[in-house]
């Protein structure tokens, strides 16, 4: 009984991996661990300096929460799949969080791209980064066109 990883920013590919990841688990016998990172926006201020602009960091982790929370809804109607996903919310970059948390894995999974990036890309610099750097086998799901 394995842990399945998956990368989840709310995009129809990190749906289609979470979708993915649930049926790999039930063929596994395994769990699926949903992880969503935030970080904090710099912005510069009228002297040069970067700053956070005092924004409360609670407000990136609620929001995150949400997203996460929406696409475990989209990936499954199943309730009793849906409370067996761990949660997890990280500060941090989606390519380190997802890389670190791939440790002791037995599969990590990911959209081919998420929400940043460049649309004419095959491969986001997240799933690039994962497929590289990864310490378990790794999955990249592409979305199905509509």
Same mark, same amino acid.
């Given at each position: 009984m394995g842990r399945i990883v998956v990368g989840v920013d709310g995009s129809e590919h990190s749906i289609e991996a979470l979708r993915f990841?649930?049926?790999?688990?039930?063929?596994?016998?395994?769990?699926?661990? %949903?992880?969503?990172?935030?970080?904090?926006?710099?912005?510069a201020d009228a002297y040069g300096g970067v700053g956070f602009g005092g924004l409360d960091p609670q407000m990136f982790v609620d929001s995150a929460r949400q997203t996460l929370e929406r696409a475990i809804e989209d990936a499954t109607a199943d309730p009793d799949e849906r409370a067996a996903v761990v949660r997890t919310i990280s500060e941090g970059g989606a390519g380190h969080v997802l890389v670190e948390a791939s440790?002791? %894995?037995?599969?990590?999974v990911v959209g081919s791209r998420g929400h940043g990036g460049f649309a004419g890309l095959l491969l986001g610099s997240v799933s690039n980064q994962c497929v590289h750097h990864a310490h378990c086998p790794v999955t990249v799901i592409r979305a199905e066109s509509h």
């Amino acid at each position: 009984m394995g842990r399945i990883v998956v990368g989840v920013d709310g995009s129809e590919h990190s749906i289609e991996a979470l979708r993915f990841a649930l049926a790999e688990s039930r063929a596994r016998q395994g769990t699926v661990e %949903a992880i969503i990172t935030w970080s904090y926006p710099a912005t510069a201020d009228a002297y040069g300096g970067v700053g956070f602009g005092g924004l409360d960091p609670q407000m990136f982790v609620d929001s995150a929460r949400q997203t996460l929370e929406r696409a475990i809804e989209d990936a499954t109607a199943d309730p009793d799949e849906r409370a067996a996903v761990v949660r997890t919310i990280s500060e941090g970059g989606a390519g380190h969080v997802l890389v670190e948390a791939s440790r002791g %894995a037995e599969l990590l999974v990911v959209g081919s791209r998420g929400h940043g990036g460049f649309a004419g890309l095959l491969l986001g610099s997240v799933s690039n980064q994962c497929v590289h750097h990864a310490h378990c086998p790794v999955t990249v799901i592409r979305a199905e066109s509509h």
